[in-house]
């Protein structure tokens, strides 16, 4: 039940960090997409381990298989499978988690609720699964653009160091042009500097990426409980590690009056613009036509090589200093993961408006 995402444009993931593989069946894609194996693979290749110095060194080449759905570079409208196959999997490094609970992590409360896990790398709850979102992401992004959407993430801030970023002009080149994804370039030296030192002294470190949605059309959503920033909120809310989410002026907007906070309205040629965006491209649930803006918080990795207390299964107090190899910081692989989700959240609430109101 957990597993699957969407209403009309409908996802389900599976696998886990250490079995054969992990994936995602697509369900409701609409058909003749031009889509390739080379599209989606561009998308899996920025949210893989091993890619730089500040990632988990774990060497996967993340190749997807397209086993269903897709006929001569074009969807058929029937499910999409997609497989990724793991391959570099070292179960010896979590012998001593298979009793041993790590702090913060998904360990304790997986027993709790199935009185059986996984230990191996994390199984369900590792960050692996999102393999699965993003290849979905990418064809959802196919769909999106072909009405113009435009969906850009980086790192906005890692610990409190926070990056002077335009979100109406910032490009992908730009989010791609280091190895921490923040196009702020002299900030990005710093915060990889930070990643940096934080891992040698085996630790980590959490931050904020922000995610700014483009040329959406007006009148995606739909009150009142599944209004637009509700779903945002819940899909990114569901990738691991995150702990808070905004949407425009979000938390700041509580220390504004009312007449500092509305957007005002005014006439662009006859189509109906905001001078601000403390909405956040959204009013009332649903899209406005201005520009998205969602931030998200990310926690630091809770798994880490500095000894920690903790307790076993059986109750008993004992240390841990975890093995493994672990992201010093997860926001730089976390970028193309915020942006599957929205993109996903978006063509699911297109292909409603449209099923719905038409156009």
């Known amino acids: 039940m957990g597993s699957t995402f969407g209403h009309l444009f409908r996802i389900s993931t ?49 190749q997807c298989e397209i086993l269903s759905g897709v006929f001569e570079g074009k969807t058929l409208g029937t499910p999409i499978a997609i497989l990724v196959r793991n391959k570099d999997q070292r179960s010896q490094d979590y012998t001593e988690m298979a009793t041993t609970y790590r702090p913060s992590h998904a360990d304790a409360t997986y027993d709790a609720k199935y009185g059986i896990r996984n230990w191996q790398g994390g199984g369900r709850s590792s960050a692996r699964e999102t393999i699965g979102r993003v290849a979905a992401g990418a064809i959802a992004k196919k769909i999106l653009r072909e009405s113009g959407v435009e969906i850009i993430a980086y790192v906005k801030r890692i610990k409190e160091l926070e990056g002077a970023i335009d979100p109406n002009t910032v490009t992908l080149e730009q989010v791609e042009s280091n190895i921490v994804r923040c196009p702020d370039s002299d900030c990005a030296d710093r915060m990889v500097d930070l990643i940096e ?163």
């Open 197 to 359: 030192q934080i891992g040698r002294q085996g630790d980590s470190v959490g931050g904020v990426v922000e995610c700014v949605a483009r040329h959406v059309p007006k009148g995606l959503g739909e009150p009142v409980f599944d209004r637009l920033e509700a779903d945002l909120a819940k899909a990114v809310m569901s990738l691991p590690a995150t702990k808070g989410f905004e949407i425009g002026s979000g938390f700041a907007g509580t220390l504004m009056t009312g007449s500092e906070h509305n957007d005002e309205f005014y006439s662009d040629n006859g189509e109906i613009r905001t001078v601000t965006n403390r909405s956040g491209g959204v009013q009332g649930g649903i899209s406005n036509g201005e520009n998205i803006l969602i931030r998200i918080a990310f926690k630091p990795t809770a798994t880490i090589r500095k000894e920690q207390r903790t307790v076993n299964e059986e109750g008993q107090e004992v240390t841990l200093a975890a093995k493994g190899r672990h992201d010093p910081c997860v926001l730089p692989r976390a970028v193309p993961m915020v942006e599957a989700m929205v993109a996903l959240v978006l063509c699911d609430h297109l292909l409603r408006q449209r099923g719905q109101c038409g156009g």
């Open 14 to 62: 599976f696998g886990e960090s250490h079995g054969g593989g992990v994936g995602v069946v697509v369900d409701g894609c609409p058909p003749l997409i031009e889509i390739s194996p080379q599209e989606i693979q561009f998308e899996l290749d920025r949210r893989r381990p091993g890619q730089s110095k500040i990632t988990t060194p774990r060497n996967e080449a993340d």
